[in-house]
């Protein structure tokens, strides 16, 4: 069983996404030892980019931030290796493929792996062009996570289900990260058309923003994902560590709670 398998092994997974570089990544390598320290099963890390088309303005502006603070994939993947042995939750990039391009497909598999990357995100990539990342990737044991939509078809959700390793990544609404989702009744039907099609663990993002949002959501799935109301509730905090511990500390024992709640 791999990191990302166990993470949901038993219970309810938490996963949490900031961005790498906001506001440096000594903070951002802070950051995510505390939270592994909190609780949090799954490390989602954003690599900054100028036009995050499935972001909303909160993961926007951070992505601004860390780019002026000079951060590149090649220095995130370095602060990154720098931590291995440091961290127990599995560690997931979530990115563009513009960057990875730039950096060049081969080299970032093989970086990422060395790095210890469990898994990558790539929201921008369609499905049917993915086989060459998704390959190389799972070449070097890292998974290739892949994501499902509410209107994602019957014939989409099978192939997707059959490609997938490590979770499926479930978008609660259509629309960006950040965005509030307008009600929870028809997050019950739609992990079960989903679920029809796989044993993945299923985990829930976009729009769970509160504690009872993130229990609501963990009723009904493997796990909940939290970005952009981290990164909000951290934002003027700054680079100061105490007033980061405090505010993390506390964000994420209540997301915990909650989701631990739901089990």
């Given at each position: 069983?791999?990191?990302i398998?166990?993470?949901?092994?038993?219970?309810?997974a938490?996963?949490t996404?900031?961005t790498?570089?906001d506001?440096?990544?000594?903070?951002?390598?802070?950051?995510?030892?505390?939270l592994?320290?909190?609780g949090?099963?799954?490390?989602e890390?954003?690599?900054?980019?100028?036009?995050?088309?499935?972001d909303?303005?909160?993961?926007?502006?951070?992505?601004q931030?860390a780019l002026?603070?000079?951060?590149?994939?090649?220095?995130?993947?370095?602060?990154l290796?720098?931590l291995?042995?440091?961290?127990?939750?599995?560690?997931?990039?979530?990115?563009?493929m513009n960057?990875?391009?730039?950096?060049?497909?081969?080299?970032?598999?093989?970086?990422?792996?060395?790095?210890?990357?469990?898994?990558?995100?790539v929201?921008?990539?369609?499905?049917?062009?993915?086989?060459?990342?998704a390959?190389?990737?799972?070449?070097r044991g890292v998974?290739?996570i892949?994501?499902?939509t509410?209107?994602s078809?019957p014939?989409?959700?099978k192939?997707?289900?059959?490609?997938a390793?490590?979770f499926?990544?479930?978008v609660?609404?259509?629309?960006v990260?950040?965005?509030e989702?307008?009600?929870?009744?028809?997050?019950?039907?739609?992990?079960?058309r989903?679920?029809?099609?796989?044993?993945l663990?299923?985990?829930v993002?976009?729009g769970?923003?509160t504690?009872?949002r993130a229990?609501?959501?963990?009723q009904?799935?493997?796990?909940?994902i939290?970005?952009?109301?981290?990164?909000?509730?951290?934002e003027?905090?700054g680079?100061d560590?105490?007033?980061?511990?405090?505010?993390?500390?506390?964000f994420?024992?209540?997301?915990?709670?909650?989701?631990d709640?739901?089990?």
């Amino acid at each position: 069983m791999n990191g990302i398998a166990q993470a949901f092994d038993g219970k309810k997974a938490l996963i949490t996404y900031i961005t790498a570089g906001d506001p440096d990544l000594d903070t951002t390598a802070f950051l995510l030892k505390l939270l592994d320290e909190s609780g949090v099963d799954i490390l989602e890390v954003g690599i900054p980019f100028s036009d995050p088309l499935a972001d909303g303005p909160v993961i926007q502006q951070a992505g601004q931030r860390a780019l002026k603070s000079g951060t590149t994939l090649k220095k995130l993947l370095a602060m990154l290796a720098s931590l291995k042995g440091e961290i127990k939750a599995p560690l997931v990039l979530m990115g563009y493929m513009n960057s990875l391009l730039a950096y060049g497909l081969e080299t970032f598999a093989k970086d990422a792996a060395e790095a210890g990357v469990a898994g990558v995100i790539v929201p921008d990539l369609p499905f049917h062009q993915s086989e060459e990342l998704a390959g190389l990737l799972r070449a070097r044991g890292v998974d290739f996570i892949l994501m499902v939509t509410p209107n994602s078809t019957p014939e989409r959700l099978k192939a997707i289900a059959e490609k997938a390793t490590g979770f499926l990544y479930c978008v609660s609404l259509l629309g960006v990260t950040g965005a509030e989702e307008k009600g929870s009744e028809h997050l019950e039907e739609y992990l079960r058309r989903v679920r029809a099609n796989t044993n993945l663990p299923l985990a829930v993002g976009f729009g769970v923003s509160t504690p009872q949002r993130a229990k609501t959501a963990a009723q009904v799935a493997d796990g909940v994902i939290v970005g952009s109301a981290l990164i909000s509730a951290l934002e003027p905090c700054g680079a100061d560590r105490k007033r980061l511990e405090a505010t993390a500390t506390e964000f994420i024992g209540a997301l915990r709670a909650a989701v631990d709640s739901a089990g």
